[in-house]
C-alpha cells in the first residue's frame, strides 16, 4: 500500500484528487490533506511515514515549489509529484531544481495518476507528455538555467549571512548557535532559508554561491 499526502488549497480539486486515489484503495491510501505548503510541512513533523506527496504549486502561506526544497531537506525519503495547472518553463524549473520527482499535470486520467506513483516507487521520474518535452528543452539550453538566480533576486537577512559565513569557516551547528547566542534547531531554520533562497541542495553549494555574487568572502 502507497501512502499518499495531497497539498492542494482548492476544495473542489482536493475532492477530485481524493476521488481519483479512491479508485485505486487496494494500491493507494491518503493518510493527509493540507490547504498550504506550511501545513503540509507541519503534518509531515507530527508524521512523516509518507511515500508520495501530490503537491500543488500555488497555495497561500507558502508555495509548494518552496514546500518541496524544504521537504527535500528535512524529509528526504518523501517523493513530491507536483500536480498543478501550471505548464510553464520557469515553475518546471524551479520544481525541479527544488527537487521534485515528478510533474504531472491535474487533468490526468486516474490511471496515469496511478502510474505515476508506482512509477516512482519504483524510482522513476514521471511527467506528463508535455511537461517532459518541456523539461528536455530546459536541459538543452543550460544558458537559460545558470542565468535563473540574479544578484538582485538573493535576498538573505543579516542573520542568515552571518550563519552561512560561520558555515564557510568550518563551524558546526553547535558552534554557530554559541558564536551567535541562539538555539542550535533556530540554526537548522536558517540554513533551510538560506538553501531555499539560494536554490541549493548542500551547505558546500550555498558556500560558492554565496561567494560567486560577493554575499559573503
Do not use: W
Not at 75 to 90: G, H
Not at 143 to 163: A, F, H, P, Q, Y
Not at 180 to 199: D, G, S
Request: net charge negative; glycine share 4%; hydrophobic share 45%.
Amino acid at each position: 500500500m502507497i501512502r499518499i499526502a495531497i497539498a492542494e488549497d482548492n476544495p473542489f480539486l482536493a475532492k477530485s484528487i481524493l476521488d481519483k486515489i479512491a479508485l485505486f484503495k487496494d494500491e493507494l491510501i491518503c493518510k493527509f490533506h493540507a490547504s498550504t505548503g506550511k501545513e503540509m510541512i507541519e503534518n509531515l513533523e507530527k508524521d512523516s511515514n509518507i511515500d508520495v506527496i501530490l503537491m500543488d504549486i500555488q497555495m497561500p502561506e507558502m508555495d509548494g515549489i518552496t514546500a518541496t526544497e524544504i521537504i527535500n531537506l528535512r524529509f528526504p525519503r518523501c517523493k513530491v509529484m507536483m500536480l498543478t495547472v501550471l505548464d510553464d518553463d520557469d515553475h518546471i524549473f524551479k520544481a525541479i531544481q527544488a527537487g521534485a520527482n515528478g510533474y504531472l499535470l491535474k487533468d490526468e486520467t486516474p490511471q496515469m495518476l496511478l502510474n505515476s506513483i508506482v512509477g516512482l516507487m519504483e524510482g522513476g521520474a514521471s511527467m506528463s507528455a508535455g511537461i517532459a518535452l518541456k523539461a528536455l528543452k530546459l536541459l538543452r539550453n543550460p544558458i537559460k538555467i545558470n542565468e535563473k538566480i540574479t544578484e538582485e533576486e538573493i535576498n538573505l537577512s543579516s542573520r542568515e549571512i552571518d550563519v552561512l559565513t560561520h558555515l564557510s569557516k568550518g563551524f558546526g551547528y553547535k558552534q554557530i548557535a554559541e558564536s551567535l547566542f541562539i538555539a542550535p534547531t533556530t540554526v537548522r531554520k536558517h540554513i533551510e532559508n538560506i538553501y531555499v533562497k539560494l536554490q541549493v541542495h548542500s551547505k558546500i553549494e550555498a558556500i560558492q554561491k554565496a561567494q560567486k555574487h560577493r554575499i559573503i568572502e
